[in-house]
Structure formats: C-alpha cells, structure tokens
C-alpha cells in the first residue's frame, strides 16, 4: 500500500513543478472556511490531468485510450494535452466501441503494459463490464497470480445535470461487489491526484469513479499534494470533519453535501463527523466502525440506486461489528428508487439533497422537525 | 435531381414528363394538393453492393416535393429554436441537433409507412416529427414538461411515438441496432408484411453488436433495414480516423448495401422503397446516407475543433437539403419564390407558437417520480432520496 510519501524535490522527469503550479491559483480569500489565507487552490480537473502526466512521465508503459481522449482533448478535457506532450504511440483515440477498446486494453495489461482507460461515462462501461469484471478482476486469482492486471478504469460516473436516465447511473455497487477490482472514488482535488497516482501505479485493476459536476470545482492543495511522489493510500476512508454526535458516510459529491449538511446541523448543536470514504472498495470498516463506536449514530449516504448499494454494505458491517454501540437504527439516504427522470423537479427529488442528510442526522439524534 | 448549378445552365434535365410548368397561374394555386406524376433525377447515382441500384428517376409529385420544403422547414426551425432554448437554458442536459439532416427523415417517410417502424439514436428530434410528432410535444419534452411526450421524464434523447411505430430516442452508441432487428423479427413473427429502419451514425457502425444482430438478421432473413447516417463525424473523431473501412454500405459484407445522397430528400425516397422492397423479399440490407450535420455533435461540442468553417458553410451552400428543394420548386415553377418565403414564415410561426405553449406547460407532478415503472406494479415498493421520508407503493 503506498503511504504518504515524505516531501522530495521534484523530479524533472517531464512535467515540471512550475507548470503544475501553473495550474495552481493562490487563494487570498477561499470560499471555504478551512482553508487558510495565502493556500493554493486547484479544479479536480487539473488534479486528474496532472496526475496521468506525472505517472505517464514516470513510467513508459503508461498509456491512455478512449473516445476523444486525444485530438479532442477529453470529452471533459481531463486528458487535455497530452497527446502533444507524448504523442500518439502514448494517447489513443478508439472508435465508439467499448467493448473492443477495454478488451484491448486488458489485453495489453496482460502483456505488462499500464492503460489507464477512459469510459466517457460509466454508462458506457456496460458495454464492456465483461471485460472489466471477467477478463480484468479476476484473471489474478484464476492464473494463481501468473496474470495481473495493472489497468486504470476511470471516467465520470453518477448524476450529471438533466442527462436522462441512460446517463446518470452510479455504478460504485456494481463494480465494489467484484473481488479482484479496486473501487475508488475521489472527492477533492487532492483525492484526485493521490488516488488516480496510486490507482496507476496499482498492480491490480481499478475502477476510478470521478463525477462530471466536480470537475470544475475547486479545492485548496497542500504542497505535499502537489509533489509528483505524492500518491494515497488505497482502502483508507478520511475523516473531512471530526464530530461527536452523529457518523455521515459518503463519498465524491455528497461528500460536500455532507460537509454543507453538517454544517447546518452544527447550528443545531448537532455534532456531525463527515467520513469522505475515497475507497469503496476495499471499504475501510474500520474507520466507519471506530467512528461509529464514538458517535453511536450512523446516516450513510450515497447517490446511486439504494438496493444493494454501498450504503447497505456499510450498515451491515456496523450492525455486525458494532451493534452494541448504535443507539439509533442506521439511516440510508441514497437516489430515489427510480430511472432518473429528466424534468428537472423530478430530478432533484430522484438525488439526495442536503436536507435529506440533515433529516436523516436529526432522525438518529432523535430530534424532531 | 440535378444540382443548382446545372439548372441555371439549362432547364432541358429538368423538365419533368408533364408540362406541369407551361401551366397559367391560376392552376398554381392548388399545386399543394397536385399529386400528378413528375419524374425527377437524382444528381449522384447511387452506388451498390451486391444488388442492382434503383433507377436514378424518382417518381414524386408537385404535392411531395412541397411537403418535403415545408417539412424539413419545420424541422430546421425546430432545432435552431432548441439550440436558442438550450442557450437559454431552458433545455438541460444533452441536445443532439439534425439540422443538414433533414432530408432524410423526409425521404424515408414518403416512402414507408406509419405501420413500418422506425428506431434510432439520440439525434431524435426531426425522425420524431418525420413520423407525425407534434412540435408542442417535441418543446415540451425538450423543456422537462408535462406535455412531453414522453412526460418529461425522458428528455431529447429519448422521444418516443410507438402509435406511429417509432421505437425511440436511444443514448447508447450503436444499441438500437439490435433493437431494431429485434422489431423486424417481430413483424416478420407476427407475418407483417412491414419493416424496420434502424438508423444510426458512422461512430456506430464500428459497433461489435452491429455485425452480430446483422448476421442473425441475415440467417433468419429478416425485413431489417440499416440505415448509416453517415454525417462524416463521431462526435469529434472524423470517419477516416475510426473505420479501417468508411465504405459503410458495404460493410455487412454478405448482406447487400445502397451508398445513397442523404442530403437529396429524391434520392432517399428512392433508396427507401427499394430497400423495403428488398427486406420484404430477401432480408436485411444496408442503407448508406451521405449526409451532414452543421451542430457539433451536441450543445456541448462547438464543432469547429475538428473541421474547418469553409467545409460546413461549403456543404450549407453547395449541398443544403432544403435549398437543393427550393430550387427544384422554383425551377419547375411548382412554386414561387414568394409563396415560398410565405411559407416558411408560416413555419416559423408555427415554431414559434409551439415554443410558446410548450413554455406554459407546467412540469410534471412530483408523484410522476414513482409512474411508469412498471406495467404491472403488484405492490413493489419505490423510494424517494430519503427512504423514511418518501415511500410509495406502486400500485
């Protein structure tokens, strides 16, 4: 597992610190209360591009491939760039076919080579899920460790804004059910660089879930966040906001959901801890059970369809390991139970708001309206 | 029919068999209703894999061709109004535009009917109105309201009409392929004498699920007709860029294929009929429409990173589906340039007018969350974001 690694001075292997600091603005004033004056700050966009260009300047076998990742710059601009920076033996637009490219891909993987593959969304995975799961997630285990699978499965996942309900599916279930698969899930933006590096450099495949709506958004960086070595671990959740009274467990968007949610609930005098999970799979139960073993209180929450969803996992494993501690039943907040629907009252209704978290917290305290 | 350029030259080609243009103008009041026979020629030929091209004259009449000039105006205004709309954010999420494409939603209509069904992607708007879609319907669905027609609850890449037999307003690249073979196996099933066009773009035609429903519509010969809408673009990646082979209508390899002018509503008439001819008698065929979109890809794609400005007013002014019809109108004194320009002022307002009664269409009811899950719901529960907060059972 990588650690956070100590500071270093940045290798000129390729990107250099100051074009990465290019991309950095300094925040005299930021928008949210905990970042200090004078702090760096960077769009989750910029987080993931530099991110896939220090690994692909680290490391020769990395490569990457999808629709429009190329000549177009990324659909979403993430891959923006890098096809003049490493040329087209290193960046490979594909046809609309995914099923071909990511049997491709793992196929390439098979052979040693690192592709770090881009679904335009992760509704498109489907076309492709038998390569992901049968082809990559398992091959380890069934060649008894003679084929690994070092591959990157990243793309936008979830919600976006008014997409339909053949473009807004959350697939952390899906894919976090699969043993043999890695399932990360990034929130900030250095969630994004620490987690895409560890996720390239990662023997084994990974399924890298971003979110449209964050890549825009920006986020303070540390310096350390900021060096090329920086990498995060894999399997360990981060307590955004320590709290006393209540658990909130969540991850990508609602993470801000969450944190927004725990701020109204302090003006309640509710305590919330914000646990930001970044690994769905493997689900670190024990930062969710310790948490919930000093609050006593859990609201799981998370955007995709609530049967069989990641938010059921983490209520079964609290109930198993720490049901003496709970003084409240578990709440579940997730996306309504529905296809989403386009209109966009229907929609709002169809995803979890930051009252429903708010609700759901105030419901475990046992406090009414 | 013969490009512009050679009408101005000499209007010996374009003589059709009557002498619909020594007529007084007085019988030119009534041409929108004159279905007598008028034999056009289409400028390109058309080029063929194993089967034997139609013939290059077309039968239309006066009534057609002006059905075809008002229809396409419909559709153009319709989507330059959604990309206004969707500028204004009135519309959300993806907006797919068919302006260029018009002729061909109108072509296949004049050749099939509504029993035949159609199927085909997200670029939906116009095959929505080709099969007797209304306008208000269309704005309402693209603005998320109540009378969408699908509710709202689908949005602009999922526009549905099954009455008229179109199945859809699908997102996924190449996915309504097999759909639309799937409707042919139903209406050969069901011994109907009907087809399905199954239509979808050159980023598609590369899809793997393309070439296993074509080889079982092939074995079990089926009327499925698959229509490439060849717009030379897949979102952003040019067609030399993704096919070893652009050849699109050859690439059923054993099942025969038709290279069609998609931007000459004639020659896609033609292609159409003998193509649901052929289904009915032989099974599954290819259709290849040369055609072009002026949007990008969606609302989101400016269309300019990948091609040039020239080559998109290029094709705007050599190429222009509605522009090749005026002149063919106006060349064949079907009409004048007046009663033309009056007409599409007509259909702007028409647009206009729906744009406006689609704006005071309320959005749907929040208990819409929960309908249409089902046919048969036998008590499944649903739930909202907050599951103690909003549960329903559907009944």
Redesign the interface.
């Known amino acids: 597992m990588w650690g956070i690694l100590g500071r270093r001075a940045v290798v000129n292997g390729g990107i250099s610190a100051s074009s990465l600091r290019s991309r950095v603005r300094s925040s005299s004033v930021s928008a949210r209360s905990y970042a200090a004056a004078g702090s760096k700050e960077m769009t989750v966009r910029d987080a993931l591009n530099s991110a896939i260009d220090e690994e692909m300047s680290a490391d020769p076998k990395v490569f990457v491939m999808g ?2 990742v190329g ?3 990324g ?1 979403y601009k993430i891959t923006k760039g890098l096809l003049e920076k490493y040329g087209p033996e290193r960046v490979y ?1 594909t ?3 995914e ?2 490219f990511t049997g491709i891909g793992v196929g390439a993987a098979y052979a040693g080579l690192k592709p770090v593959v881009e679904f335009m969304t992760f ?2 995975s ?2 492709a899920i038998d390569h992901i799961i049968n082809s990559a997630a398992k091959s380890n285990y069934m060649s008894a460790g003679q084929i690994n699978v070092p591959i990157v499965f990243r793309g936008p996942n979830g919600a ?8 807004s599916q959350c697939y952390a279930a899906w894919y976090a059910s699969v043993p043999g698969l890695k399932v990360l899930a990034p929130y900030s933006a250095e969630d994004a660089r620490g987690l895409l590096k560890a996720a390239i450099r990662d023997p084994d495949p990974v399924v890298f879930l971003e979110n449209e709506l964050l890549y825009g958004e920006s986020f303070p960086i540390s310096e350390e966040a900021l060096d090329s070595s920086f990498c995060l671990p894999i399997g360990k959740a981060k307590i955004e906001r320590e709290g006393k009274d209540v658990t909130i467990t969540t991850f990508s968007k609602m993470v801000g959901f969450a944190l927004k949610a725990a701020e109204k609930l302090a003006e309640e005098g509710i305590s919330a801890e914000v646990i930001n999970l970044r690994s769905i799979r493997p689900l670190d139960r024990a930062t969710i059970n310790a948490s919930v073993r000093k609050t006593s209180r859990l609201v799981t929450v998370e955007e995709g369809f ?1 049967q069989h969803g990641v938010c059921a996992e983490i209520c079964a494993s609290v109930v198993e390991e720490s049901f003496s501690y709970l003084d409240a039943p578990v ?9 989403m ?6 929609e709002r ?5 930051v009252e ?1 978290i708010v ?2 917290a105030k ?1 475990a305290c046992f406090r009414s309206k | 029919m013969a490009l512009s350029r050679l009408s101005l030259r000499s209007n010996r080609f374009l003589r059709p068999s009557t002498t619909a243009a020594a007529l007084p103008s007085s019988i030119r009041r009534h041409v929108s209703t004159d279905t007598t026979p008028i034999t056009i020629e289409t400028a390109v030929p058309f080029e063929s894999h194993l089967c034997d091209a139609p013939s290059r004259s077309v039968e239309t009449s006066s009534a057609e061709i002006l059905s075809f000039f008002r229809d396409m105006a419909r559709m153009r205004r319709m989507e330059i109004a959604a990309d206004s709309l969707y500028k204004s954010k009135l519309i ?3 907006c797919h535009l068919y302006d260029g494409q018009e002729a061909l939603a109108v072509g296949m209509e004049a050749a099939i009917t509504r029993k035949d069904a159609i199927i085909t992607s997200y670029r939906d708007h116009c095959t929505f109105l080709g099969r007797g879609g209304e306008l208000v319907d269309a704005f309402s ?1 693209l603005m ?2 109540k009378r ?1 027609c ?1 509710n ?7 526009f549905y009409k099954k009455d008229a037999c179109f199945y859809g307003g ?5 996915a309504q392929i097999p759909l639309g073979c799937g409707l042919a196996f139903a209406q050969k099933y069901s011994k109907e004498e009907f087809v399905t066009f199954t239509l979808y773009g050159d ?2 035609a ?3 699920q393309l070439f296993e429903a074509l080889n079982i519509a092939a074995l079990w010969d089926l009327p499925a007709i698959l229509v490439c809408e060849n717009n030379h673009y ?4 040019a067609t030399w ?3 070893k082979s652009p050849a699109y209508f050859k690439r059923g390899d054993y099942v025969p294929g038709l290279k069609v002018d998609g931007m000459d509503a004639l020659a896609v008439k033609q292609a159409c009929k003998f193509a649901k001819e052929h289904a009915l008698k032989n099974g599954p065929i290819v259709l290849e429409m040369d055609t072009y979109r002026y949007h990008g890809h969606s609302m989101s794609d400016p269309g300019s ?2 091609r040039t400005r020239d080559e998109v007013s290029g094709v705007r002014q050599v190429r222009d589906p509605i522009e090749r019809v005026r002149k063919l109108l106006l060349s064949h004194d079907i009409a004048t340039e007046k009663e033309l320009k009056d007409m599409e002022k007509e259909v702007r307002k028409e647009v206009d007018d729906a744009v406006a009664q689609a704006k005071e269409s309320p ?2 009811e ?1 208990s ?3 309908t249409n ?1 089902y046919v048969k719901d036998c008590g499944v ?10 549960k329903v059972t559907l009944t």
């Open positions: 629709e429009e000549q177009y710059q659909a637009d046809p609309i076919t099923a071909g509704n498109f489907m076309q976006a804004a008014g997409v339909g309900a053949q473009h609530p709440e579940r907040i997730a996306g309504a139970d529905v296809p629907p386009y209109a966009a009252n229907l209704l169809a995803l979890p708001q429903d609700r759901a419901r | 959300r999420g993806f669905e998320g309201r969408g699908s709202g609850k689908g949005g602009s890449m999922h699908h997102g996924i690249v190449g980023g598609a590369n899809q793997g897949g979102m952003g990646t860029r993704s096919a990173t990948y959005v749907p929040p819409e969350l929960f899950m529960e649903s739930f909202g974001a907050d599951r103690k907060e909003l």
